[in-house]
């Protein structure tokens, strides 16, 4: 059993940065390959990025490439994501998650075993 936190959202200006983080429970956190979603207002959940277990590989959404990034430290069982040059529409909720499944490219939202409850991440002037 893996109990996820996030924590790191809030209120920012467009074009603005904020750097979420995800503190997993347990000894086997780095068995987890760890991913980010997010989910809009009215939207489903899509996939945004994910680390593999040893943080060698990570992937992301083409809409968030170049401006997220996904890191993980194993000492401190915390994913992070690392948000630069925010929009409007990046507005969401945005949830950790983690998977003992191998994946490369996309996360599906399916395959992930244990979730967070999520932060909020508003994106307004």
């Known amino acids: 059993q893996v109990q996820l936190v996030e924590s790191g959202g809030g209120l920012v200006q467009p074009g603005g940065s904020l750097r979420l983080s995800c503190a997993a429970s347990g000894r086997t956190f780095s068995s987890y390959a760890m991913g980010w979603f997010r989910q809009a207002p009215g939207k489903e959940r899509r996939f945004v990025a994910a680390i593999s277990r040893s943080g060698g590989n990570t992937y992301y959404t083409d809409s968030v490439k170049g401006r997220f990034g996904i890191s993980r430290d194993n000492a401190k069982n915390t994913v992070y994501l690392q948000m630069n040059m925010l929009k409007p529409e990046d507005t969401a909720v945005y949830f950790c998650?983690?998977?003992?499944?191998?994946?490369?490219?996309?996360?599906?939202?399916?395959?992930?075993?244990?979730w967070g409850k999520g932060t909020l991440v508003t994106v307004s002037s």
């Open positions: 998650a983690a998977t003992g499944r191998t994946y490369s490219g996309s996360y599906p939202v399916g395959g992930m075993d244990y």
